[in-house]
Every structure is written in C-alpha cells, then in structure tokens.
C-alpha cells in the first residue's frame, strides 16, 4: 500500500510477525527482488519498500540519501517501530548503511549485501557523478530497453548468465518495468557520486554487522574487505560461486545466512 510521508508516496508492503526487518532492494529493482529470500524467513515481520524511483514509487522527485533516510525514519514510526534490523542489497545496502549512520538508535543489525560506503574522495565522486549524468543521457535518450541492454552487459552481472532462462527473464522484466525518469532521479539523488562517503564514520558504527558478498564479485569483495577492517562488529561471508546478486543467484543459500544472523 502507499504511505505518504513528508509530501512523497511510497510503496510498502508487509508480512508476517515477528522481529522487524526492513528489505532495501538495489537500482533497477523493486522489492519482489526479494521473493524468494522471503519464502526462506519464518517468524519475523518483514517490511519492503520500492526505493525512489523504483517499482510503484516511481517518480517522486530528486530524493537525496538523506532526505530518504529521514523518509524511512517516519515510515517505520508510522508503522509503530522504534528500531528494526535492516538488509540491504547494492543500493540498498548503501542505503541501509546511511540509515545506520544517521539513526544509529533505529537500527539493531545490519546486513549490507554487495554494498559500499560509497566513494572515499571527492575526485571519485564527482567522477561518477559524471559517469551517471552519461546513463541518465542514455536513459533519456534512447529508453528503457536499451538501457536494460547495456545494464545486462556490465561485467557485475556476468555470472547471472549461467541463471535459468525462466530466471534471467524475470530480472529482465523488473529491470524494464523500470522508467528512465525514476531512474534517473534515482541516480541523481542516491547515486555513488552523489552520496555521504561513510569511510571515515565506519569505526562509530557499533552495531552488529554482517557483510555478504559473492566470490566472482572481485570489485565488491575488496570493498567489504576494507570495511570489514574498518567496522568495529563485523562478520563476512564470502558465497563461493556467486556474483554480485546472492539473493538472486542462491536464495535459499541467502535466506539461510539472513537467518542465522538475525537469531545470533
């Protein structure tokens, strides 16, 4: 259902009881990425949102980290939570990071799946501001099919090749249900380039982490290396032969580890 909060519409939906935790979906997703992980949790009260952009959400403006985070703290008030454990996957782990950042008090655990603190300098962000002004460009400029087309091909996602063919058409539909402009204003808004770089506040960070990542994901396994160094409660957990979506690749596998962490 929609929950208006500070001007803006958000998709929610929610299940079961329980512990709550909050599922953050990564860019070009919506919170269905997640079925299958969902199937694989019993006995905990699982809240997922469409991030700006995405899904149902859809348009809703330049939505900045920040001003999400504060979105997502008036959400789960609105749903009566103090505090809940938070997952998030690629965007959605950046995302879950900078909550934890901002409202330390709201957050239990954290499980942060192929995610980053975002980028150390300013010369890597205005870099990849750059990078992402050319998408939304391509975007814009030649549509959402053709955008998916390029997306399909990034070196990130090359393990989702050997998926089914059932499997990889499912990403590919959520992927092209998907419009240039909430993508775009996504990447504008919460993008890498555009984002707090949370490197230097990683030692403050003292809840319970747990950090996943895929073995064929070299880029993102050096990352959460480093920050596993930095983060003073951390665990992480290598998943051989998977890349850069575990929760996609090996659900059951992923919902296992989501578990044990959230019963630790």
């Known amino acids: 259902m929609y929950r208006h909060v500070e001007g803006r519409n958000y998709w929610v939906e929610e299940q079961g009881e329980g512990q709550p935790l909050l599922l953050l979906h990564g860019f070009t997703g919506t919170l269905h990425t997640f079925d299958e992980v969902v199937e694989g949790l019993e006995g905990y009260r699982l809240i997922r949102v469409d991030l700006p952009g995405h899904g149902k959400t859809g348009v809703i403006g330049n939505v900045t980290m920040e001003e999400f985070c504060r979105d997502l703290s008036l959400l789960l008030e609105d749903r009566g939570l103090d505090s809940v454990a938070l997952l998030g996957y690629s965007l959605g782990g950046r995302t879950a990071l900078s909550f934890a950042q901002l409202y330390p008090e709201k957050v239990d655990r954290l499980l942060l799946e192929s995610a980053s603190p975002g980028l150390a300098t300013s010369k890597e962000q205005l870099a990849r501001q750059a990078k992402d002004k050319a998408l939304v460009d391509k975007m814009v ?114 919902a296992k580890i989501v578990d044990e962490f959230m019963i630790q």
């Open 141 to 254: 400029q030649e549509g959402i099919e053709a955008f998916v087309n390029y997306w399909e091909t990034l070196p990130l996602f090359e393990s989702q090749q050997a998926l089914s063919e059932e499997k990889r058409s499912m990403i590919r539909k959520e992927r092209l249900g998907q419009s240039p402009s909430g993508l775009s204003q996504s990447l504008m808004g919460m993008g890498t380039g555009v984002q707090p770089s949370w490197w230097d506040q990683l030692p403050t960070l003292d809840v319970p982490v747990l950090l996943v990542t895929g073995e064929l994901d070299d880029k993102f396994r050096q990352i959460n290396q480093h920050m596993h160094k930095e983060l003073l409660n951390s665990e992480w957990i290598e998943v051989e032969q998977t890349g850069h979506a575990i929760h996609v690749e090996k659900p059951s596998i992923f």
